[in-house]
């Protein structure tokens, strides 16, 4: 139904010839319209007022950082733990009459002693520990035991015949000398040996003319070590001594005149007694022989080298 306005609608009413069917409905009408023109005139009033009635300022907000939650002073104390130690007490078990057997481990003090057997065959320990720290004990003044060769017991080929220019008793030390010795220096004790106890060979002139010739023959040569003067020194120690050298040294069993031979082994270094190969020379027409020597004064020293 199209819009009316109030006006327009009395104009038609009055224009129109009433109808006594129609009347209520038309009624019904202006009624509706008058009750839409009300609300619409309030509508406009209220949209009206609202655009001219002036904004209220709204008051800014306070923001405040500071907590009110308040900390309580907490009274826990933690609890002091105690660390020490005391003895570990070990039930002990029934008395025994008769002698039990302490079994004892090495770097252990606890002691185990076994009783006697109960029942069903068990055993009861009784372990008595001690907590006394064990402290080393650092021994300064020791020394390591210095190894000594063993003399084989069964000479080699070479040295199983009888010789009158070595004694029995050393052709041991003379075997171990070219077994455990330095290449150069086996070849030099060989090669001495096989001079002396197998060809029995003579060299013309002293001692230094047939160690010469061992060296030569042996095929090495002479490095100096130790370098002293006969009567002077400085003298040589001991131990700076090896197998197949060749030494000066005084001969203290014979005017102390100076002399030299190879050295073969100690027969004792404490008293500085060694066996040496030794040539006499001259006009005696002796072979090289293995005799003691005092080595108290040795003066020069000459080792083998290939």
Request: with cysteine; net charge positive.
């Amino acid at each position: 139904m199209p819009c009316l306005s109030v006006t327009a609608l009395r104009k038609s009413l009055f224009v129109q010839p009433l109808n006594v069917k129609t009347m209520p409905a038309l009624l019904f009408l202006l009624m509706a319209v008058s009750g839409s023109q009300v609300h619409a005139d309030s509508m406009s009033d209220l949209i009206a007022q609202k655009y001219t009635q002036p904004e209220l300022a709204v008051p800014a907000a306070r923001i405040s950082t500071r907590s009110s939650i308040q900390r309580t002073q907490s009274s826990y104390q933690a609890p002091t733990v105690n660390y020490s130690t005391t003895a570990t007490n070990y039930p002990t078990t029934r008395s025994l009459t008769k002698n039990t057997p302490t079994v004892r481990y090495p770097n252990n003090n606890t002691r185990y002693t076994i009783s006697e057997p109960v029942a069903n065959n068990e055993y009861n320990y009784n372990s008595q520990p001690t907590r006394t720290a064990m402290q080393p004990t650092i021994n300064t003044n020791y020394r390591y035991p210095t190894v000594q060769r063993k003399m084989p017991s069964v000479l080699p080929a070479f040295l199983s015949n009888s010789y009158d220019n070595v004694d029995s008793k050393y052709l041991p030390l003379l075997s171990n000398a070219e077994a455990y010795s330095s290449p150069a220096a086996r070849e030099v004790m060989s090669t001495a040996r096989a001079m002396s106890l197998n060809e029995r060979t003579i060299i013309q002139g002293g001692c230094w003319d047939y160690l010469n010739a061992v060296f030569n023959r042996a095929g090495v040569t002479k490095n100096t070590v130790h370098n002293g003067v006969y009567e002077q020194g400085p003298y040589a120690s001991s131990n700076e001594i090896e197998v197949g050298d060749w030494l000066y040294y005084i001969n203290h069993g014979y005017n102390d005149i100076e002399h030299s031979g190879l050295f073969v082994g100690w027969v004792d270094e404490s008293a500085k007694q060694a066996l040496i190969l030794s040539y006499a020379g001259e006009s005696r027409q002796e072979p090289a022989r293995y005799r003691v020597y005092d080595l108290s004064h040795v003066y020069q020293i000459m080792r083998p080298t290939a």
